[in-house]
């Protein structure tokens, strides 16, 4: 047991350098520990690094560390040492597949602890001694053991390779220099090492010099995902807020509304069952009275009769039936219209902020800007008189009109015929379906209103290169991605985009306004109602589309195959400026 201690004590007290008890020892700034002379002759090699380094964890140090005599270590060695402290034995250094072999050993090889540049033989440290006191020897170039000492040798010549040719990039022997190598540009392998040793020197700085640079730039990148982090964090938080403040008063305002209509509830009950109660008393009021003449007209008595008719008093006046105001299931629907209105509005604004979510950050700010003002144009349904400030004039184009569509004199009305129009060209006219487009290019803000009877109609928007002579359903306003159309019929509206058909229930009107906003990819269609003879004009959405618009647009119709139908793009005026007449007339 004790020769175990002793045997571990060896190895923690032993140079890793010449695997030797410890002489001399010192700590170099890592912590670990080395002979003064083993350190020394190691550092000496690395001294055209310019920076020296441990050799168990590579750790560097610039500049060199002054080595002093660690005493108390020194001291403990000693004092081991005459406790019985031994030499770590020999089979603890033999070379392992993976290590260098002395080559000078015979059977089992040591571990080499140096190689040799001038010998191209690795020694062991028992083997290397006399390179560190024979004075040819010691000028001998030691470097940590290498298994590529042969890659040195010539193989033509078998003689170290010290020369480097410049001509053939190659390192070469004395001998290579007076024949195949004769006339080269060549120098000692040493000078060439010099040279790019400079340029290593300065290919390293570069490195550094980028490494510092991108390091700088993580931190950067990494300072940008924080204040990402924390703006997003901090927008949940808000948003949280504000549709918690959102549910609350939408709770409110439905428990407002439903206290309004229970109220009205009782009231309307009240009403009905007071009138109810007085037409009762009104009912038993009038049988009595019927019974006395019934008793009257059955009296046989002539004079009794004549006698007793002046008596009968007169009927009461009667509740009247126009007083009866019956609205079946009717009662509240305004207020249903009205809250479901309000959820479209809510949809629409939802629907428009979770879009906006999905944008890359550097189109957040310009997104917001237009979902806020789409938001407000949705909570604050505008008046057509606001609308008509982005009106101007249009017209259709006839050079596009099928042959069976009939253009009124100012190019603003559309019919649907039977009869061949015979147009002078077909460049540009749509061939297949019957549709027409507008002459003028929308872009910007732009307000029209399209009024139309008959059949049924498209009002749409689509590129100029829609396609025009195709018999498919791609070529239709609204069947493809260069168009947007509304269908309007008698029975309801239709939005189509592409591969999107939206139906849309409600009232239809005869008249429809569409608003594009072509830089914020706005498209909305309304119903236009001219309410009462005060000129008051009301305005519900019908549908708002947002979309990515990157050309400009016309204005588009489409009718249907029914003789008669008709579109005409109204020409707008203010309300002002329409007379009392007119208005009755229309």
Not at 303 to 324: D, G, K, R, V
Request: with cysteine.
């Amino acid at each position: 047991m004790a020769e175990q201690g002793y045997q571990m004590d060896s190895v923690k007290f032993s140079c890793s350098i010449c695997f030797d008890i410890l002489k001399t020892p010192v700590t170099i700034p890592c912590g670990h520990n080395y002979c003064m002379n083993c350190i020394g002759n190691f550092w000496d090699d690395e001294d055209r690094k310019q920076s020296h380094s441990c050799p168990q964890c590579t750790q560097t140090f610039t500049p060199r560390p002054v080595l002093m005599k660690n005493t108390m270590l020194a001291e403990l060695v000693e004092d081991l040492k005459k406790t019985g402290l031994q030499a770590a034995p020999a089979d603890l250094c033999y070379a392992e597949p993976e290590d260098v072999a002395c080559d000078i050993c015979t059977g089992r090889k040591m571990k080499a602890a140096k190689s040799c540049l001038f010998c191209l033989v690795s020694y062991c440290e028992e083997h290397l001694q006399p390179h560190y006191y024979v004075p040819g020897l010691k000028k001998h170039k030691l470097v940590n053991p290498s298994k590529n000492l042969h890659e040195n040798i010539c193989s033509r010549h078998y003689q170290v390779m010290k020369i480097f040719c410049r001509t053939d990039q190659q390192c070469i022997c004395y001998l290579c220099t007076m024949d195949e190598h004769k006339g080269h540009e060549t120098v000692p392998a040493a000078a060439e090492r010099a040279e790019k040793q400079k340029e290593l020197q300065v290919r390293r700085q570069q490195i550094q010099q980028r490494i510092q640079d991108q390091e700088k730039d993580v931190k950067l990148l990494q300072q940008e995902v924080e204040a990402i982090n924390v703006s997003a964090d901090k927008t949940v938080e808000d948003n949280e807020k504000i549709f918690n403040e959102l549910i609350r008063l939408i709770q409110k305002r439905s428990s407002d509304v439903k206290q309004q209509i229970r109220s009205q509830q009782e009231t309307e009950v009240s009403r009905v069952k007071e009138l109810q109660e007085k037409l009762e008393q009104e009912i038993t009021e009038l049988k009595r009275k019927d019974a006395e003449l019934k008793q009257l007209s059955d009296t046989e008595d002539h004079s009794q009769f004549l006698l007793n008719y002046p008596s009968l008093s007169a009927l009461s006046e009667s509740t009247h039936s126009s007083s009866i105001n019956i609205r079946p299931l009717r009662y509240f629907e305004d207020v249903t219209a009205a809250v479901s209105e309000l959820r479209v509005i809510i949809q629409d604004v939802l629907k428009q902020e979770q879009t906006n979510a999905s944008l890359p950050v550097t189109k957040v700010d310009a997104a917001m800007k237009v979902g806020l003002a789409d938001a407000l144009l949705l909570k604050q349904e505008p008046t057509r008189e606001k609308f008509l400030k982005y009106s101007g004039k249009l017209t259709l184009d006839p050079d596009t009109a099928h042959k069976y569509l009939k253009l009124s004199k100012g190019n603003r009305k559309v019919t649907m015929t039977n009869k061949d129009q015979e147009y002078w060209h077909d460049g540009d006219r749509f061939t297949r379906r019957r549709q027409v487009l507008s002459r003028s290019r929308l872009t910007g803000r732009f307000y029209w209103e399209v009024e139309w009877s008959g059949g049924s109609v498209k009002i749409a928007v689509a590129y100029r290169d829609t396609d025009r002579k195709e018999y498919t359903e791609d070529s239709t306003f609204g069947m493809n991605e260069k168009s947007w159309a509304l269908g309007c019929s008698r029975t309801g509206y239709t939005f189509y985009s592409d591969e999107v058909e939206i139906s849309i229930p409600g009232p239809v009107s005869s008249r429809v306004g569409v608003y594009l906003d072509h830089s914020a990819g706005i498209l909305s269609f309304y119903r236009v109602f001219l309410a009462d003879r005060f000129f008051q004009e009301v305005l519900t959405l019908i549908h708002r589309e947002k979309a990515v618009f990157t050309e400009p647009l016309h204005a588009g119709i489409w009718l249907s195959r029914s003789t008669g139908t008709t579109a005409e793009i109204i020409k707008l005026r203010k309300v002002s400026e329409i007379s009392e007449g007119e208005w009755l007339s229309s």
